[in-house]
T-cell receptor
């Protein structure tokens, strides 16, 4: 069973703080690890993604850290803002384009002003 | 580009009724997917398609059927609605040119009573 485990289920952070969401996977064949962001009433949208040939990828305030040996990856949101309040999903797949994503359970992030 | 569109936005069904959830994309993507989202469970893949005329089961296909007669459309059919099918359904698409990014529609909230 291909699984991706995500924690925590919910997270409350003060404005300006750092939000950290963690994911662990089982299948070593996975080679693509995206994070999706979902606002209430909307569909998920790709936020940032990483492949296992690098250990970190940064885009603005968002950073993915990847630990291949531990089979873990995490999303860091620096200087968290109320507008970041959303549900975040990690995912993984083992194929190139057209890949079937296996999603984590999701983390509901609330950033208090 | 409208992207991925889904209809209806909301629907209430009685047990045993049937319905079709519509999904269309105008990005000429060859891959399309149907997911269901339940609270605390992430997104589960129901069916996917790699091109017109080709469909395959995902993680939770029981109770659903799909067809893909054109590149643009990927309807999801519920034949005998059950309360366990109460969920939010998302359609997504991707292609070789989009890399591994899946583009999601706005979702259909279905309640079976």
């Amino acid at each position: 069973q291909q699984q991706v485990k995500q924690s925590p289920q919910s997270l409350i952070v003060q404005k300006g703080g750092i939000s950290i969401i963690n994911c662990a996977y089982e299948n070593t064949a996975f080679d693509y690890f995206p994070w999706y962001q979902q606002f209430p009433g909307k569909g998920p949208a790709l936020l940032i993604a990483i492949r296992p040939d690098v250990s970190e990828k940064k885009e603005g305030r968002f950073t993915i850290s990847f630990n291949k040996s531990a089979k873990q990856f995490s999303l860091h949101i620096m200087d968290s803002q109320p507008g970041d309040s959303a549900t975040y999903f990690c995912a993984a797949s083992k194929e190139t384009s057209g890949s079937r994503l296996t999603f984590g359970e999701g983390t509901q992030l609330t950033v208090n002003p | 580009n409208a992207g991925v569109t889904q209809t209806p936005k909301f629907r209430i069904l009685k047990i045993g009724q049937s319905m079709t959830l519509q999904c269309a994309q105008d990005m000429n993507h060859n891959y399309m997917y149907w997911y269901r989202q339940d609270p605390g469970m992430g997104l589960k893949l129901i069916y996917y398609s790699v091109g017109a005329g080709i469909t395959d089961k995902g993680e939770v296909p029981n109770g659903y059927n799909v067809s893909r007669s054109t590149t643009e459309d990927f309807p999801l059919r519920l034949e005998l609605a059950a309360p366990s099918q109460t969920s939010v359904y998302f359609c997504a698409s991707s292609s070789w040119t989009s890399g591994d990014t899946q583009y999601f529609g706005p979702g259909t909230r279905l309640t079976v009573l």
